[in-house]
Structure formats: C-alpha cells, structure tokens
C-alpha cells in the first residue's frame, strides 16, 4: 500500500485518529440528551442517504464522522441515554470503554491458552473474583473441578450448558434417547431456552413451559415442576435439564432455587440458573438472597454487559463440572495441538463455547472491577433499585395506574387503569400509551403482557439516569395518559 492516506497501522496515525474518535464518543455523551431515545427513523431510511458503492479512495475520518452525525445517530436507539426505561439495560462505562478499546488494540484470538496465556489466565482469575463477590459455592470456581467463562450472551451460556446436559445423558443411554429428553421452565423464561432446544435437537414437545401466575409472582412452582416430571417418567421420557430464573425478563420475577434444585438433584436434572439481569444485584448483601439455593445449581449465569457497567459483550457463565462442557463442545484438529494442551496443564476456552475464536473481553470487566471497585458497584446498584422505587411511589399515587407486580430490583411493571373497568379496552389503551410515550422521542419504555393483560415495563439502569429523568419521564408517561383518557 502506498504511504499516502492512513496506513494499516501507524502508531502516530493511531494515536492522532484515536484522539479525534474519543473526542466525538465523549461529545456524543455530552449532548446524548439532545436526542430521540427511541430513533424516529422510518425502514429503510439509510440506503436513501449512502452511495451504492464502496468508494475507491479512501476518505478523511472528518468525512466519516460527520455522516455518523448526520446519517447513523438519527437511526440509532440510544441504550446510554439517562431517559431509556426499556428492556433492561446494557451498560457502558468509562471503565469498561478503556477495556474494549485495549482489547481492540491488541487483538488477539484467544482460542487455547497458547494463543494469548493472559487471556486464559485473567478471565479465570476475574471470573473468580466476580464468583467470589456473589458468594457462589467453591465449586464453581476454577481451583476446583468447575470453573467460569465469558461468553457473548446468555443464549450462549444456556445453549452450551444444555448441550453438555444433553450430551451426558445420551452417554448413558444412547443417542437414541434423543426423542425421549425433556425440558424444564417456567413460561417466563426467556426465548433463549426455546432456541436452545431447537438448535440441540430437543423435541419441541419436550420443551415444557410451566405456567406461571400472579399467585407466584410469577415464579415457577415446585409442586407443579414435581408433578410434570412425575407424569412424564411414567410416560418413558426422560427428565434431564432445568432451566430457572432470577428476574425473568417481563417482571423480574425469582424461581425459588433452593426447592427446585432439590427436585433436580433428585431426578439427575442438569440445574441450570438464568441470572442474566439480577445477578447483578447480587454482590450487596441485602439481595445475595435471592440466588440462595445456587449450591444446588450446575450451572450459574449472569450478564455483566447489562447492569454491571461492563460494555457489551459480557456473559459470565459458572459451571460446577467444566469436564461436561468439555466432552460435549471440544475439538482437537492437528492445527490446534501444542504441548499445553496435549499435556492437560492449561484451559482451552475453544472447548467451552460454541465457536472457535473469542476475543479477549476479561480486560474490560477486569478494568472494572478495579477502577471501580466492590463498594462503588454497590453503590451504583442500590441507586438504580431505589430510583424504581422513587418511581413505584409516583404509579401508586395515581388513581389512573396501578402497580400490578411488586417490585423486587430496578423494574416496575404498571398500566394504565381502563375506565370503568372495561379490561377489553385496558389493553389496547396502554398499547396506546406506550405508542404515545415512545412517539414523543423524551422516552422510551417497553411491555410485556402478564396473565393476558398488556403491561409496560419501566426498567431503571442506564448510567447517566438521575432522578429529575425518572421524574420527567413520569410528568410524559401522565400527559400522554391524560390525552388519551380525554378523548375517549
């Protein structure tokens, strides 16, 4: 390539260009206000303003940045912004932005330990750490016969443990048992699971979603778990994997673990715990409570890249029995040996994940967890939940709305009361004001519909989220309540 124009790397280019960069992120924080949280853009509205074609010569960066400014931001949902209620969180940090950008600076392929030894060693040692922080039983640690590993997302970690609760069943009785193998959830759990069983080859009958209801909180009852297993082996089929929650997705409900793992360890179930949003919350002791009963759990997953300020992607996943995930997920071609590995004295991540290469991304949650520090996470957690809280209290001082779950972390679930209690027209109503709010570009939140009512979700966890945003977001969700109720 010739000298003129940026070079595939050149430090002094790096660093000129790296400083321009920083300098539009941190603007983009600064005046992240300004724009629509939920992007107003219509489908398709990009092809119509970039050319049909990659250009033949390169372009300034300027050039590039101003059509960022000018061409993505309006199409972007800005997930950082103080006023993004929706889903749940997917956090950014200073800390964990100095991570990412030192683990795209060295790029490496940490595949076996002898791509990048660091890699292998700090994600065992800062998956540790964070086991330690949420008092996970030893077992779960690397110094034992179990161990962590980042994967990308919670679908991945319940896909992989699936897959080695899959595989070690059918060691046992035989591939033909395929057909007979079922499994466990409450209807709250997340799709992943569903997608899990299609891609591992479990019957789609076999994928059994226990109802849940507001008797529950929505949480899984034992006693129908027990029952469903019960009937199901003496049917001939076979029981081998459970999948529970710690703050399902619609409402943050929480399985009671300590019940349902015992129903597991009893049948020979595979225990696996989906923690991906509270697990968080978890390292203040006044929450760790609700994963007691993790102990019985073969497995244990939580995402550091929604609420533990760590940028995405960062799925942490503990498994009791790392030789399970071995068996089931390793390869050896001849390209791969080395004298390491042959000689069983380091951990290949290749063999606990779905693909082959994988990036370094202990570094950002390890910046975190130092930069940071155990208190300050705390802290920043106990904000959040009391910010829900602050939020709960202004739903329940308006006859028009109701609380309709108790809130738990940082989520509030509520609606919009139906006049005259005309429930055939409370959902569609609250369809409405969620289409309004979001409309208005100030905020965006989402829904989910518990024992078919349709209910919005208002999820506290951005970074920048501050309680004058919680406030104006309530003074949005009641003008926008009131247009609607007055022209009925």
Same mark, same amino acid.
């Given at each position: 390539?010739e ?27 600064? !005046? ?7 992007? @107003?853009?219509? &489908? ?13 010569? &390169? ?9 960022? @400014?000018?061409k993505?931001l309006?199409?972007?949902? #800005? ?5 993004y209620?929706?889903?749940y ?10 991570g ?19 890699a292998t ?9 964070l ?22 997302t919670?679908?991945?970690a ?5 897959l080695?609760?899959? *595989? ?8 033909? /048992? ?6 466990? /959830? !409450?209807? @709250? ?31 899984l009852?034992p ?47 595979? %225990? ?19 994963i *007691? ?14 609420w533990?300020?760590?940028? %995405?992607d ?9 030789n ?26 290749k063999?606990?994940q779905?693909p082959?290469?994988?990036?370094f991304?202990?570094?950002?949650l ?8 155990l ?8 904000? #959040? ?21 108790p ?5 509030v679930?509520f ?11 409370g ?5 409405d004001?969620?289409?309004?709010v ?13 024992s ?13 989220t ?7 977001a309530?003074?949005?969700? @009641? ?10």
């Amino acid at each position: 390539m010739e000298s003129k124009g940026l070079q595939p790397m050149d430090s002094e280019q790096l660093r000129e260009n790296a400083h321009k960069m920083v300098d539009f992120i941190a603007d983009y924080y600064k !005046s992240i206000e300004n724009f629509p949280v939920l992007s @107003q853009v219509e &489908p398709g509205y990009l092809r119509e303003l970039l050319p049909d074609s990659a250009p033949n010569q &390169p372009e300034t960066l300027q050039n590039v940045l101003d059509d960022v @400014q000018a061409k993505i931001l309006p199409g972007v949902t #800005h997930w950082q912004s103080p006023s993004y209620f929706a889903y749940y969180p997917s956090n950014s940090s200073v800390a964990g932005f100095l991570g990412e950008m030192l683990s795209a600076g060295i790029n490496m392929v940490g595949f076996s330990w002898i791509t990048s030894p660091a890699a292998t060693e700090l994600e065992m040692i800062v998956l540790d750490w964070l086991g330690k922080l949420l008092k996970l039983p030893e077992d779960f640690l690397s110094t034992g016969q179990g161990g962590g590993v980042i994967q990308g997302t919670a679908s991945e970690a319940v896909l992989v443990v699936l897959l080695a609760a899959r *595989d070690r069943v059918l060691r046992k009785l035989g591939k033909n /048992a395929l057909e007979k193998l079922v499994v466990y /959830a !409450s209807d @709250q759990t997340h799709s992943a699971l569903q997608k899990a069983c299609q891609i591992g080859g479990i019957h789609p009958e076999n994928c059994k979603l226990l109802k849940t209801g507001s008797s529950t909180n929505y949480a899984l009852s034992p006693d129908l778990l027990g029952k469903a297993i019960s009937d199901d082996i003496s049917t001939g089929l076979v029981p081998f994997f459970l999948c529970a929650t710690v703050g399902t997705t619609s409402s943050t409900a929480v399985d009671p673990l300590l019940s349902l793992g015992k129903i597991a360890k009893n049948n020979g179930i595979w %225990f696996h715990v989906d923690a991906a949003y509270a697990g968080s919350a978890c390292i203040c002791p006044e929450y760790r409570c609700y994963i *007691d009963g993790v102990e019985e759990a073969d497995s244990f997953n939580m995402n550091a890249h929604k609420w533990f300020l760590t940028n %995405f992607d960062c799925s942490a996943l503990w498994v009791k029995d790392r030789n399970a995930l071995i068996q089931s997920l390793s390869t050896n071609p001849e390209f791969l040996k080395n004298k390491a590995s042959q000689a069983n004295m380091v951990v290949d991540y290749k063999d606990w994940q779905i693909p082959l290469g994988r990036r370094f991304r202990s570094l950002k949650l390890w910046m975190v967890l130092r930069l940071y520090g155990l208190e300050n996470l705390q802290c920043y957690i106990r904000n #959040h939940i009391n910010l829900a809280k602050y939020f709960e209290g202004l739903v329940a001082a308006d006859s028009r709305f109701e609380v309709v779950t108790p809130r738990i972390f940082s989520l509030v679930c509520f609606r919009l009361l139906p006049p005259n209690n005309n429930e055939d027209h409370g959902n569609n109503l609250n369809h409405d004001l969620l289409d309004a709010v979001n409309s208005t570009g100030k905020i965006f939140i989402s829904h989910t519909v518990l024992s078919g009512k349709y209910i919005l979700r208002f999820a506290v966890g951005a970074p920048l989220t501050e309680e004058r945003h919680v406030t104006a977001a309530w003074k949005v969700l @009641q003008d926008e309540a009131s247009a609607l109720l007055g022209s009925l």
